[in-house]
C-alpha cells in the first residue's frame, strides 16, 4: 500500500493477523519548477532547435537521447539544474553556442506558450 501515515494506521487497524508488512519511508521530491520548465523551452530548446535546424520537439527528443532518459519531468529541481548547467556547458564546449543562464536574461514565453494547444 502506499498512502499517507493516516492512510496506513488506518489500512494496518484492521485485523489482518497473518499479515506481513514492509515500511518504507519516502520524501516528497521537488519537482522541476514552471519557471525552470519555460526556461528549458524558451530558451535552452529554441536556441538549439535554432542552431541545429530541428523542431523543438525533436530537440527535445535529442535531449533526452543525450541524458538517456525517457522525459525530464520526473526530475526534482536539483536534478533539473544539473540537466541545465549541463546542456549550456556542452553547447558551449562542442558547438561554440552560449546559452544564456536564466538570470543572465529577459525572455519570452512565446515558445513555450505555443507548445501548449
Known amino acids: 500500500m502506499i498512502g499517507t501515515k493516516q492512510q496506513v494506521d488506518t489500512y494496518l487497524?484492521?485485523?489482518?493477523?497473518?499479515?506481513?508488512?514492509?515500511?518504507?519511508?519516502?520524501?516528497?521530491?521537488?519537482?522541476?519548477?514552471?519557471?525552470?520548465?519555460?526556461?528549458?523551452?524558451?530558451?535552452?530548446?529554441?536556441?538549439?532547435?535554432?542552431?541545429h535546424w530541428y523542431t523543438p520537439i525533436e530537440t527535445n527528443e535529442m535531449l533526452k537521447v543525450t541524458f538517456s532518459v525517457e522525459t525530464f519531468t520526473d526530475l526534482d529541481t536539483k536534478e533539473?539544474?544539473?540537466?541545465?548547467?549541463?546542456?549550456?556547458?556542452?553547447?558551449?564546449?562542442?558547438?561554440?553556442?552560449?546559452?544564456?543562464?536564466?538570470?543572465d536574461i529577459e525572455w519570452d514565453n512565446s515558445l513555450y506558450n505555443s507548445l501548449w494547444f
Open 13 to 51: 487497524e484492521k485485523d489482518k493477523e497473518w499479515d506481513i508488512y514492509e515500511i518504507k519511508r519516502k520524501n516528497k521530491k521537488s519537482v522541476r519548477t514552471l519557471s525552470q520548465v519555460k526556461y528549458y523551452w524558451g530558451v535552452i530548446v529554441k536556441i538549439i532547435s535554432e542552431h
Open 80 to 103: 533539473f539544474v544539473f540537466v541545465i548547467d549541463t546542456i549550456i556547458e556542452l553547447w558551449k564546449t562542442k558547438y561554440n553556442v552560449i546559452i544564456p543562464k536564466p538570470n
